[in-house]
């Protein structure tokens, strides 16, 4: 699945004022739904496929937002009385907005393991944006291709105008990673199939908030296997720049970090900055560092 853009200001203020408003229709199993806004398009048909933009919230606190993202492509099937967004899709045309309520208490009763951002007598409420229907997979697939390649080019110009913006003297390297070094360490460069050890501070570029850190004293490198597809893109080729002991900082665009998936922040295709440390690249993964053996439980050897 992939995502992207929701609302404008105005649609969205329009959807969360209705809200409040007592005029829902009701599905079978209960969820209630609003069509805040008619489209002019054809009604979707059982079969058919729905082009939305989206954001979901639990009362007032944003979960997931499509925005600045890629659609979400989802099939139109006649579904029972199963308490899912998923009954509201028929009713939809090209064009509509639409707002869709559902009790947590009532899918707590479907799954009691729910998220613990999600409590007893809250709302989760899922706002959509019909933009297209379409017909088949293969109109997905070339719509998916077409936004994909879109939202690519979206990602690198941020990064783009970040690095000019503030003027650092950090290279292009690969699929459009930029890499600062600052000390480029001693020896051969790490590269692919290679074991290395590295520190890191990330950041989301956008806001400088640090969401992770194995930078302070005390706290261990993490090591993987380089350019294996165990870490984001971004790293398996930036990292490349760096020999044992090097220094530096990746500035890596949405789609080279988590893609349309929820980053660090929690939005689809954030671009993320990492201070990195090289500390160590080796040919062979390194031996598992062993516990200590406990000692007798009466102090005797």
């Known amino acids: 699945m992939t995502k992207t853009l929701v609302f404008s200001t105005v649609i969205a203020a329009t959807m969360l004022a209705a809200c409040g408003s007592t005029d829902y229709s009701k599905t079978a199993s209960g969820i209630t739904y609003k069509i805040v806004e008619k489209g002019s398009g054809p009604q979707v048909k059982i079969g058919q496929f729905l082009q939305v933009h989206y954001t979901q919230k639990v009362n007032d606190s944003l979960l997931m937002t499509s925005n600045g ?3 979400v492509f989802a099939r139109v099937d006649s579904v029972g009385p199963v308490y899912n967004a998923a009954e509201v899709f028929r009713f ?3 064009g509509d907005s639409v707002v869709v309520v559902q009790e947590v208490d009532s899918l707590m009763k479907q799954n009691p393991m729910l998220p613990p951002f999600m409590k007893k007598g809250d709302k989760l409420y899922l706002y959509l944006k019909v933009t297209d229907i379409l017909d088949n997979e293969q ?9 994909m390649a879109g939202q690519k080019d979206r ?9 000019k913006k503030n003027n650092i003297n950090a290279t292009k390297i690969g699929k459009g990673t930029y890499v600062k070094v600052d000390n480029p360490g001693t020896g051969a460069k790490a590269d692919s199939g290679k074991y290395v050890s590295v520190k890191y501070r990330g950041k989301i570029l956008t806001t400088g908030k640090e969401f992770e850190s194995t930078m302070e004293a005390g706290k261990d490198p993490i090591t ?3 350019g294996m597809g165990q870490v984001i893109p971004g790293w398996d ?3 490349k ?5 090097g220094k530096g900082t990746l500035y890596i665009p949405g789609f080279l970090s988590y893609g349309s998936r929820p980053g660090p922040g929690g939005q689809p295709n954030e671009a993320l900055m990492f201070d990195v440390e090289m500390v160590d690249i080796n040919d062979q993964a390194p031996q598992p560092k062993q ?8 102090g005797k050897q």
């Open 69 to 71: 993202g890629v659609p």
């Open 92 to 94: 939809l045309s090209k």
């Open 139 to 147: 109109q997905v697939q070339a719509a998916q291709d077409k936004e």
């Open 155 to 163: 990602d690198q110009a941020l990064v783009d105008e970040y690095i």
């Open 224 to 226: 993987f296997p380089l």
């Open 237 to 239: 080729e930036g990292l």
């Open 241 to 245: 720049e760096f020999a044992k002991g």
């Open 291 to 298: 516990n200590p053996l406990m000692p007798p439980v009466d």
